[in-house]
């Protein structure tokens, strides 16, 4: 039986899953000289969080000798797409624009980046409305 993945993660558990991320495969020790420059972490605090993300079901285990090596099949940018859809259900929409430009107003972005925010934005205004529908049910929101 397949075990169900928990994606809230806490901004610590963050931290461990950008580096198994980056490294494919990794030791908690590892993990601990990466985040090392970041973090003043103890090795247990690693541990901890190592075990936590095992529990939730994003990150896999297998032993190697005397260690365990971690890994995850989940990519980061469809865990970060489900992060900021999950984050976006629970927006108005009257809001959700807003809250992109402000995003893409505070973001560093390169010439390719902005190039492709213009395409994307250009194919949008086919199915532009002109006044987005709030979702909220009454009470919920000031529209």
């Known amino acids: ?10 901004d610590s558990e963050w931290e461990v899953m950008r580096v198994v991320w980056a490294q494919n495969k990794t030791t908690s020790k590892d993990i601990r000289d990466i ?8 090795p247990a605090t690693t541990k ?21 090596i971690y890994s995850t099949n989940l990519k980061e940018s469809d865990f970060l797409k489900s992060t900021l859809e999950q984050t976006f259900d629970n927006i108005c929409n009257k809001d959700i624009g807003k809250i992109i430009a402000d995003l893409i107003s505070k973001s560093t972005l390169s010439y390719i980046d902005i190039e ?14 002109d006044v987005v529908p709030c979702n909220c049910v009454p009470g919920q929101c000031n529209c």
Do not use: F, H, P, Q
């Open 1 to 10: 039986m397949t075990k169900a993945i928990d994606s809230n993660i806490t």
């Open 116 to 129: 492709e925010l213009e395409k994307v934005l250009e194919m949008k205004k086919e199915d532009a409305v």
């Open 48 to 68: 901890t969080l190592i075990g936590r993300l095992v529990d939730k079901g994003v990150l896999n285990t297998e032993k190697d000798g005397n260690k365990y």
């Open 35 to 42: 985040i090392e420059n970041k973090k003043n972490w103890k």
